[in-house]
């Protein structure tokens, strides 16, 4: 009998009991059974507990196995500890994160890409599965709001990452809400296209458990072809990935991608924005499958979720709040908004996070009265379907009207093909608006418009407050690693005289 | 013309804007590459695909673990008759 709480662990050993020569995890030609998941969680919650780790302790997981990775967290959380990803995408990060986490014991195996010198309480999987006891008698039964998981931010914004604090409650209800609204059941064999140490990755391999089906994983970093390759193989029917792995199926592997389409029955895009066009592209390349998109943070996971066949004429949004979610905007003062105004999106229910690790004031300053503050910019239509517009924090604030940047680049983007372009802020050169919109375009050539004409077009299709003031050309566009403007350096750099003005 | 393992290795320096020092260990992975990640396959398999002027079939680097199992993969690649191509949409 399923608890009302499901966890991971459980959901596991139900599957062992129903179907235990199922496969639960494919990663190249490895291939565990629900029965052999079930006795790797086992042994390894055993090595844990010989090896005195306690109930609560933190354990970093840090394997490039994707099936040990999966196996080791889980059985962190069988054994009663806080399972830890480590990032895998700077040595800086990886630092910062051990460092913050200070873990009782680093659960790793295979090839290490950093070289950190504080691995000394590091077990490897081997080790601890050589040690490891058998099943235990009984399942755990967690409380609700015992911490199974930390997942860093990847600190964009605010330039910190932050361990979020995943309850058990919460897993336990995106976990419910996502099955039920994918309609997933137990012959489902994913691509779970997305890196080891995310947040969605682990999320997609829980989901499956939940329902018994089996997910297909990447040995390596993400290779697009490989992926097509083992739905192929395996008979995948469905694909879970962040937008820009779509993106690039759509349109450098459109051929290869439409071909596999028909055998597709499910279709699971994380929350990263995705063009109309292409969410329509979509729809046509993969013409049997359910395709849903989710809006969600690691502090909010999976918010507003939008089934694209349910509702064609609101593809533009992120979809209604999930089951037992409440979304909400409110003003700078914060007062909820009418609908259809712009404000910071909130965000309330059993999605939220616990916390963050060692940073209480922090999480308290986002999270007042039940509601966490997301600091995403957007709104709330009529129909209450949500639309997000990009980073509160980047609105650029023209005499009180907030400006979405991203949305300005879009519209721009399609004016100017082939050239990458950023909107920020700089400071109204008449000092009656406080900021107003500029543009930066990258390179050295003048695009072949005269600015002044342009602009003046430009107010013919976009509110007066979003047209740029100024445009710039900029050698280089300065970029994050996840390939989003730094507008706050473009801002800077304007100042500084760095830009050329068109 | 087929490539050899030091013009892909060439090539792997270009795309990913590596440093001509950069040191090729038998062990090094594509993920342990600065920039090479999933839009980095595609950089990469675009300029194969432009320099042999031939579509990468579905399953070519199924087997690659590390970056020489990844050159190896492409030499032998590009000394295959473009018949033996079996696009998954072809």
Redesign the interface.
Known sequence: MTSQLETVFESIFIHAERRPGHPALIAGDRVVSYRELKELVASIAGGLRQSGVQTGERICVETHDPIDHFAASVAVMLHGGTSVALPNDSAESYEAVLNDAQPRLVITNGVRRFEVHKLSNARSAEELLSVGERCPASLRQPSAEDIAMIYYTSGTSSGVRKGVLQSYRALSATGRYICEVMQLDENVVEYVASPIDNAFWFGRCRVLARVGGTALLSTGNLNPLNVLSALRQHGGNCIAGDTPIFVLFLHHMSARFRALGPQIRWAKVASQAMSIEDKRALQEHLPNARIIMNYGLTEAMRCCLLPFEDYPDKLGSVGRPSPGVSVRVVSDKRQVVLPGELGEIEVSGDNVASGYLNQEELWRSRFHDGWYATADLGYVDGDGFVFVLGRNDEAINVGGRKVAPNEVEVQLRKLIPGRRLGVFAIPDPARVLGDVVAMAIEGVEKPDFVWQEFRIHLFELMPSSNVPREAFLALELPMTTNGKVKRRVLSEMAAAGELIKL | MPLTNDAVRELICRVFSLPTTFKFTP?L????VPG???????SI??EIEAILSRE?P????????TVDDFCNVVVEFSRQPTSKSD???A
């Open positions: 062990e992975r594509p993920a342990f090479w990640d999933s839009f980095g396959w595609m398999m675009m990468i579905i399953g070519l680097f199924d087997r690659v673990v696009d998954f949409a």
